[in-house]
């Protein structure tokens, strides 16, 4: 049994995970959509966030979540950004001010290149961004769809590295021999 749950281990580290995401931000909320496929798609992990800006609250799958309070150091984030690879991005805008056409086009049409010049910094392998003029209405809409590709191994190498080079900072600070 300890075999099988070692060389499963190994196994997912070594194929590493698609996930696919969609955060959709809004006037009075944001949400969050994850969909990871572990072991080549066999095994799927979901999970749903919303918050709501005003007065702010975080649901997590459907209950409410309260944060910490104190704010944590950590490069984790960093860490899994330097193993994730971004296959598709998809990135769908909605902007409009009643009843000014021409500054509603303009703002649609800058949004739509600021989004395309951000998401070329991520440098996704496919990339599609439209942004989408409201003539009727006061509104703002954002939405980022997309998949990508999570390196277990090289996350983990990462840290490892980043744990060596604090033990050898810390050697390097100790006078005391």
Request: hydrophobic share 45%.
């Amino acid at each position: 049994m300890a075999l099988y749950i070692l060389s499963a281990s190994a196994l997912l580290l070594m194929t590493g995970a698609r996930i696919r995401f969609r955060l959709c931000l809004e006037l009075r909320q944001a949400r969050l959509y994850v969909e990871a496929g572990l072991f080549f798609g066999a095994v799927k992990v979901r999970g749903e966030a919303v918050a709501c800006w005003f007065p702010f609250t975080l649901y997590v799958n459907g209950k409410p979540h309260s944060l910490p309070r104190r704010k944590q150091k950590t490069a984790l984030p960093r860490y899994i950004l330097n193993g994730t690879e971004l296959k598709e991005l998809n990135i769908t805008a909605a902007v409009g001010i009643k009843e000014d056409g021409a500054a509603t086009v303009i703002i649609s049409g800058t949004l739509r290149e600021m989004l395309r010049g951000i998401a070329l910094l991520l440098s996704p392998e496919k990339l599609t961004v439209q942004a989408t003029p409201i003539f009727h209405l006061n509104a703002f809409w954002l939405e980022l769809e997309g998949i990508a590709k999570l390196h277990p191994v090289q996350i983990i190498c990462a840290a490892i590295r980043r744990k060596i080079s604090k033990m050898r900072k810390g050697k390097e600070n100790d006078t005391s021999c």
